[in-house]
Nanobody, 123 residues
Framework: QVQLQESGPGLVKPSQTLSLTCTVSSGSITTSFYGWSWIRQPPGKGLEWIGVIAYDGLTYYSPALKNRTSISRDTSKKEFSLQLSSVTPEDTAVYYC???????????????WGQGTQVTVSS
């Protein structure tokens, strides 16, 4: 079973860029048909999908966040990263990385999650 681990600052100031990295314990992040996702949960709210970088390097983002979001990867380190710019207190959340099996729109599911990391946006 692959394990994922988020890392990054727990406190970010408003207007700055939030940067998180997810390290994958085994396997390759270029294996078909997996996508490597970022998801967050603000306090008292449900899960919100942020975006994904697919096995082939293509990226897809939530329309609500795409103007501020960038997901990249380092295949040699088995890491993928999230950058969210111009943050506000509304970006305070627990941030998760997760692996998604993406064979088709009909066959798509998450099979591994990181434990999550709290990020607070505050001056």
């Amino acid at each position: 079973q692959v394990q994922l681990q988020e890392s990054g600052p727990g406190l970010v100031k408003p207007s700055q860029t939030l940067s998180l990295t997810c390290t994958v314990s085994s396997g390759s992040i270029t294996t078909s048909f997996y996508g490597w996702s970022w998801i967050r949960q603000p306090p008292g709210k449900g899960l919100e999908w942020i975006g994904v970088i697919a096995y082939d390097g293509l990226t897809y983002y939530s329309p609500a966040l795409k103007n501020r979001t960038s997901i990249s990867r380092d295949t040699s380190k088995k890491e993928f990263s999230l950058q969210l710019s111009s943050v506000t207190p509304e970006d305070t959340a627990v941030y998760y990385c997760a692996r998604r099996f993406d064979y088709s729109t009909a066959v798509r599911y998450y099979d591994s999650w990181g434990q999550g990391t709290q990020v607070t946006v505050s001056s």
